[in-house]
């Protein structure tokens, strides 16, 4: 009998060069082209990397006295592999990117699309804007500062991100974030899209 061939073993996908298309020169501002599989299983992967990641991180803070030097020595490796499956991919900044291009206009546009449409539905955009007055917005996990540009006459959003990729968004872990201090500070809309999926632990996420 001849012997199976053997299964090539896969490895990480990384958004590199190599992975995204050349676009034609008339349209160089536009985002590169990656495919949905490559976006999507970076994505993915990443959330799994995040929640192993925790996962370790936590076994080692609670490690007791019965836990054996080889046992604690396990947990290192196992996390410094998870570590560097996370740089192979090209870090917190591949994951954005490939956020990015999730959401770009081929794809169905960002998120905001569906806020302002509930907003709309439930009459806050008229309320507010017959009263002549903005509305206090906190953006949580932006990965660009005009989501909600078109609506400056009556959104005055905050945008925040853990990387920020731009100026105009504060680079901060709402975890850290102060509360505001009075009612003026304080927000009126909160949008706290596809965040979540990146929350290692269920009590940081709220379930
Ligand atoms: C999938 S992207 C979000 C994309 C965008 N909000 C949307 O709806 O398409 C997730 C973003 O959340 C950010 N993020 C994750 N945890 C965060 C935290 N604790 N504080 C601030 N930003 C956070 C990440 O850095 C990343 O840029």
């Given at each position: 009998?001849?012997?199976?061939?053997?299964?090539?073993?896969?490895?990480?996908?990384?958004?590199?060069?190599?992975?995204?298309?050349?676009?034609?020169?008339?349209?160089?501002?536009?985002?590169?082209?990656?495919?949905?599989?490559?976006?999507?299983?970076?994505?993915?992967?990443?959330?799994?990397?995040?929640?192993q990641q925790a996962r370790l991180k936590r076994k080692l803070e609670c490690h007791g006295v019965h836990d054996g030097e080889r046992e604690v020595q396990?947990?290192?490796?196992?996390?410094?592999?998870?570590?560097?499956?996370?740089?192979?991919?090209?870090?917190?900044?591949?994951?954005?990117?490939?956020?990015?291009?999730?959401?770009?206009?081929?794809?169905?546009?960002?998120?905001?699309?569906?806020?302002?449409?509930?907003?709309?539905?439930?009459?806050?955009?008229?309320?507010?804007?017959?009263?002549?007055?903005?509305?206090?917005?906190?953006?949580?996990?932006?990965?660009?500062?005009?989501?909600?540009?078109?609506?400056?006459?009556?959104?005055?959003?905050?945008?925040?991100?853990?990387?920020?990729?731009?100026?105009?968004?504060?680079?901060?872990?709402?975890?850290?974030?102060?509360?505001?201090?009075?009612?003026?500070?304080?927000?009126?809309?909160?949008?706290?899209?596809?965040?979540?999926?990146?929350?290692?632990?269920?009590?940081?996420?709220?379930?």
């Amino acid at each position: 009998m001849r012997p199976k061939p053997r299964k090539a073993k896969k490895s990480p996908i990384s958004l590199d060069q190599s992975a995204t298309r050349a676009q034609p020169s008339s349209s160089s501002s536009r985002p590169p082209v990656v495919s949905h599989r490559v976006t999507q299983s970076t994505i993915a992967r990443f959330h799994t990397l995040l929640k192993q990641q925790a996962r370790l991180k936590r076994k080692l803070e609670c490690h007791g006295v019965h836990d054996g030097e080889r046992e604690v020595q396990s947990v290192h490796s196992s996390l410094l592999a998870v570590e560097r499956e996370m740089q192979q991919l090209g870090g917190l900044h591949a994951y954005q990117l490939a956020s990015k291009l999730g959401q770009s206009r081929e794809r169905g546009g960002d998120s905001s699309k569906i806020l302002l449409g509930w907003l709309e539905e439930m009459g806050v955009r008229s309320t507010a804007t017959g009263a002549g007055a903005k509305l206090r917005m906190l953006e949580i996990g932006a990965l660009t500062p005009l989501n909600y540009a078109s609506c400056s006459k009556w959104i005055e959003n905050h945008p925040i991100d853990l990387n920020s990729q731009h100026p105009d968004i504060v680079q901060q872990d709402f975890f850290e974030r102060p509360l505001p201090p009075g009612s003026t500070e304080a927000f009126d809309i909160i949008s706290c899209s596809l965040v979540l999926n990146f929350v290692s632990t269920p009590t940081e996420r709220g379930t």
